[in-house]
């Protein structure tokens, strides 16, 4: 598919997606507590390099800069998320004025500019005091949750009109409660715990879509959930229910609630030993009809029967062929299958792709360019795989690009670019790329020039 032959709707949302550790920096101003990420990206040995989000983009002091280079960039909206250690620098209590006033005039900025903003209320960077409770893994922080919920959307909800309560619940659970590599960083190989705080980040999900709803007249709510298109690595009957099993752990347990009122049958079963405390009226809180379903899509997975320590018995299979400096394959008809299959499967309202992005090496030439042709065709092909999917019924109403500039990217520090933005971090200049550039064209209804 030609660039010039992209098929979009008038009222389509072409936007770039941000999360508050990744660049704001200032981690002790004006009343800002620590959160799980600054405890985790200071441990030694968890972040490449000793890197920390610290100071990162410093989006905290330049917002008014990076506002302007999204306008540059044609961007209609702005994905960002809340710091709740702003908020609350304890997580709960007396609320931290000057943190909400950040975001206020975050928001005013946006709207002057003709952006809107997407305002994404958890992003990873719990408040380090609640996890010192137990974090995700106690029942009160469903509370604590919706308080929060309820100081920001009072705040913004007259100005802000599309909120994501969630980015990626299975990340934030398996990552940092199962496995370790991610803040905060409890390697305990038990599911329970992830199924557990998924579970408990499910129901504060639930409980906050209607408080959302009655101090943000008119917005309409969603979550974001990472998902992959699955295929068996060979026609193996055992492949084959490999790669439903996976797809059961990484989408249907998490779609499933949300759509369905219910986790899995075929999971449940198979996490017999491993199944968290649920209360009556859980999954009817957890199905709050929502408006629209995020999704973060960067590549397939291909998995093989294998017996593994959590009991999926699988195994991912690498592939050949092109991959992006995360080691990622780079392949857009799973983000078509994926889009389609949600809008048949599911009763979702609407879709958007809330991250999609690639990392690359990235260099600065002598003349101060970044020519980032392989993000440019990557970004041209997934863009050309959500044109197809609209065509063949997907309700996809748009799509946010990862990332608006270079970032902390969590466990790999500063190693690995996504932006279309590059940060040079000794001096915090901005450079848009290539893929910038091809961004604007796109969002803008240009055809790229030679198409």
Known sequence: MERNQLQF???????????????EGAVSEDGRGPSIWDTFSQTPGKVKNGDTGAVAADHYHRWRDDIQLMKRLNASAYRFSIAWPRIFPTGRGQVNQ???????????GLLEAGITPFVTLYHWDLPQALEDEGGWLRRGIVDDYVAYVDTVSRALGDRVKYWI???????????????????????TGLPTRALQAT???YVAHGRAVPVIRANAPGAEVGITLNLSHIDPASNRPEDIAAARR??????????????RGAYPEDMVEHYREFLPEIEPGDMETIAAAIDFLGVNYYSRTVVADEPDQFGLKLKTVPQEGEHTAMGWEVYPEGLYRLL????????????????????YDDVVTPEGHVHDEQRVSYLHRHFAAASRAIADGAPLKGYFVWSLMDNFEWAEGYDKRFGIIYIDYQTQERIIKDSGYYFAQIAAGVPSPGD
């Open 98 to 108: 000057p943190g909400l006033d950040f975001y206020s005039r975050l928001v005013d």
């Open 246 to 259: 996976y797809d059961g752990h990484l989408n249907r347990w998490y779609l499933d609630p949300l759509f």
């Open 340 to 359: 389609v299959r949600l809008g048949r499967e599911y009763p979702v309202r609407a879709l958007y792709v809330t991250e999609n992005g690639a990392a």
């Open 165 to 187: 309560t969630f980015n990626e619940p299975w990340v934030f659970t398996w990552l940092g409660y199962v496995f370790g590599i991610h803040a905060p960083g409890h390697a």
């Open 199 to 201: 579970h408990h980040c």
């Open 9 to 23: 709707p008038q009222d389509f949302i072409w936007g770039t997606a941000t999360a508050s550790y990744q660049i």
